[in-house]
């Protein structure tokens, strides 16, 4: 198995607060990988890097065995690399399909003048794109939504739409940043198997930040665990269940039975 993505030594800082401290990662291709710690370790702004929102002070990140850090965030995006957000991020007076034309643009090629002349080549290519965005809304479990409004949609389904807008922009690697996040357990439940289907029909690899551990034990291979920006522990699930660095840092002492039941 390749190596997609490694970082190393990234360090980024905001004034005198270390966000980010020397962090070495590797994330193998078809991998589903997380990145865990409590409220503040780090986690958001280390995708922040990756995705070109934060530019790191120090090291480097390696994405496909191209140096990508520093780069803008849509040459990343082209590059292969899509996110989702915690506090979803639709376009919530657009509807569903328009939202994912919207993840196509960064591999759509008619100019501005072909749009306004409506050309043969425009027509061509804007039916591939909504057929894509309809194939793209029945994956991910939104057929027949297309026309309802991004804000209309149940809680659950803007989730899935947030991600099949991830999806149009055809990443090899995409980051999902607490997908759970407001979710019931049967919910829950279903974003635990579609994620696992997102890796094994679509051969993407995942990196997830994500609070409930159930989900995080369930579907994570490698876990990597931060505290105030630093690595403290990696490994597979059993190894971060009983690590005690983990233990007191993420969950607080006395909470080995929690994470070892996979509780939030």
């Known amino acids: 198995m390749s190596t997609i993505l490694e970082t190393k030594s990234v360090t980024k800082r905001f004034g005198g607060l270390v966000a980010v401290n ?26 922040n890097c990756i995705t070109g929102f934060y530019t790191p002070e120090e090291g480097g990140i390696v994405f496909n065995e191209k140096e990508i850090d520093g780069l803008r965030t849509d040459v990343v995006t082209r590059m292969g690399i899509a996110r989702t957000y915690q506090n979803i991020r639709l376009f919530p007076a657009m509807t569903a399909i328009e939202n994912v034309l919207v993840g196509q643009h960064p591999h759509l090629h008619t100019s501005w003048i072909s749009a306004v002349t409506r050309s043969a080549g425009f027509k061509d290519e804007e039916e591939s794109a909504l057929e894509e965005a309809r194939r793209l809304l029945r994956f991910v479990g939104l057929k027949g939504m297309g026309d309802q409004l991004a804000r209309n949609l149940p809680y659950g389904a803007q989730r899935r739409l947030e991600i099949a807008r991830a999806l149009a922009s055809q990443p090899a690697l995409l980051l999902l940043d607490e997908p759970t996040a407001g979710m019931n357990p049967n919910e829950t439940g279903e974003m635990i198997r579609f994620v696992q289907h997102l890796r094994d029909e679509l051969g993407i690899t995942i990196l ?4 409930d551990m159930r989900v995080v034990m369930t579907i994570s291979e490698q876990i990597t665990v931060l505290d105030y920006g630093t690595k403290i522990a990696e490994g597979g699930p059993k190894d971060i269940q009983s690590n005690p660095k983990v233990i007191e840092a993420y969950l607080g002492r006395g909470a080995a039975g929690g ?3 996979g509780s939030n």
């Open 259 to 261: 994470i070892e039941n």
């Open 22 to 47: 020397a962090l070495d990662l590797v994330i193998e291709e078809n991998s589903i990988s997380a990145v865990i710690g409590p409220n503040g370790a780090g986690k958001t702004t280390f995708f």
């Open 208 to 211: 997830l930040i994500e609070h």
